[in-house]
């Protein structure tokens, strides 16, 4: 196939791509996302959501109806309602990575997309490790040429973006030909969608879930010979022009792997609290106040933000615990009244608790012309106490961005804290040692068969 055009491109890029072509960071960083989602996963299965899900997809105990786990719930799926279902929960807590300048989170939509074709292919550890670093690729790659147009135009870029990545991972890991990978990225640009309306609701996750379903499913059907719109990334009525209309840099899609993503400052980041990622700054200055404060009596706060940061932080009172994710002043509040912002702030026990909300009112959040328009939300926390003292606190780049990347000790304590109530403590161990070594040679399949009795990551945690 002659390379005319970004789809083209894109689906030559990525069926080509050799394992050699990435190099060790890049490749160290996917399988710390990759270990980082599996926490994430477990942890989502406990939320309301997973239920809500299993009681309305087709599943089955027995692994012949389908060859796809739903992670954590010792049942199986057909490979779309897998990734569906494990792509949700992989992004419940809005625990899981997140990328810039896609504004995106990567993993929630890469990692399920993955799994559910696993039994499909036979493949190593090593290939998921390279499809991982592909389906980040598209994903940053789109939000250079798209973004911040597409995203305050009001579409979820986890959802819109993730789909055509999610074809990209499951259509690598099948070994669709160029031809074949054309047209799954044209079956999945034409099922996507995706709105942050959705945010502060049950619905932001499932989007995860749409879009790995969206990308799996592409994907099976082009290997099957299904038609679907040619260059449709590109297309007058396509992918770019609908989404982002007139705002489209499509040099940019034509440059697959310059930059690779991965390895730049802001492709990809952990997050180390369970929220929207523009309040994490914003935690951390608040954290650090509260150590030098100590018990004195706050008479106000102020959150110096970046412009962006008014886009996803859409609440100031909220009236739920998924809210609170999406609110600066909630979160602020929380880190300040606790001294932590972990899995347990945003239960309902600590959400209803009085001091939070009584201080909400007392924090007044503006865009501050120090960090005004830094695009990774830099913030500035001032408080001013009732004895007239006034601490501040400025953090321009979050913990868990590449520049501030976690340790081994920091990720095994986040994965220890999302999956040891579903594996036990010395499963969690073993579980986490055994994806230490995915970049391998090893049979993706034997690799996941001997962390759970035979099914993938975590399947044989308790129902």
């Known amino acids: 196939m002659s390379v005319r055009n970004p789809t083209e491109s894109l689906a030559n890029y990525v069926c080509n791509a050799s394992d050699v072509d990435f190099p060790a960071l890049a490749r160290s960083r996917a399988v710390d996302a990759i270990i980082d989602c599996a926490a994430c996963m477990l942890a989502g299965t406990r939320e309301p959501l997973a239920d809500k899900l299993i009681q309305v997809l087709a599943t089955d105990t027995n692994a012949l109806y389908g060859r796809s786990i739903l992670v954590g719930k010792n049942r199986y799926a057909s490979a779309s309602d897998a990734a569906l279902y494990n792509g949700a929960i992989a992004h419940a807590l809005d625990y899981d990575d997140t990328n810039h300048p896609g504004y995106a989170h990567v993993s929630a939509v890469v990692v399920p997309a993955m799994f559910a074709v696993i039994d499909k292919a036979k493949v190593t550890g090593r290939d998921l490790v390279t499809a991982f670093i592909l389906g980040l690729e ?7 040429a798209l973004n ?30 160029e031809r074949e990978m054309a047209t799954a990225l044209g079956i999945a640009a034409c099922a996507t969608g995706g709105l942050r309306a959705s945010f502060g609701t049950m619905v932001k996750p499932l989007q995860a879930g749409y879009a790995a379903r969206n ?27 609908v989404f982002t209309p007139g705002g489209c840099d499509f040099n940019e899609l034509l440059s697959w792997g310059d ?8 492709g990809l980041a952990l997050k ?50 998924l809210e609170g994710k999406f609110s600066l002043h909630y979160c602020v509040a929380a880190a300040l009244t606790h001294g932590v912002v972990n899995l347990a702030t945003f239960t309902e026990e600590v959400f209803s608790d009085p001091d939070i909300h009584n201080l909400i009112p007392k ?60 594996l036990g403590k010395q499963q969690c161990m073993n579980a986490f040692t055994k994806l230490r070594a995915l ?3 090893t049979s993706a399949q034997a690799l996941l068969a001997e962390l759970g009795g035979g099914m993938p990551i975590a399947a044989f945690a308790n129902p």
């Open 272 to 321: 180390p609290y369970p929220s929207c990622g523009a309040t994490h700054p914003g935690i951390e200055a608040a954290l650090m106040l509260r150590d030098q404060i100590k018990n004195e009596p706050i008479e106000s706060v102020r959150a110096g933000v970046s412009e962006l940061a008014f886009e996803p932080l859409i609440y100031v009172q909220p009236k739920a615990p």
């Open 259 to 266: 930059p690779l993503e991965i390895a730049t400052d802001y």
């Open 363 to 422: 924090i007044k959040m503006e865009a501050d012309d120090r960090v005004r328009d830094d695009p990774e939300f830099a913030t500035v926390i001032s408080v001013e106490t009732q004895s007239n003292k006034r601490y501040e606190s400025l953090v321009p780049l979050a913990l868990g961005k590449p520049l501030r990347w976690f340790s081994e000790q920091r990720l095994f304590e986040k994965f220890s804290d999302c999956a040891q109530s579903a």
């Open 148 to 177: 911040p147009s597409h995203m305050k135009g009001g579409w979820h870029p986890t959802s819109t973006f993730g789909s055509l990545a999610a074809a990209v991972v499951a259509g690598r890991l099948m070994r669709l030909n």
């Open 215 to 241: 990308g799996v499913l592409a994907a099976m059907l082009a290997k099957q010979g299904f038609t679907a719109p040619e260059s449709v990334i590109e297309h007058k009525y396509g992918f770019c022009n």
């Open 439 to 441: 970049d391998s040679d």
């Open 138 to 144: 598209v994903i940053g790659k789109l939000g250079r």
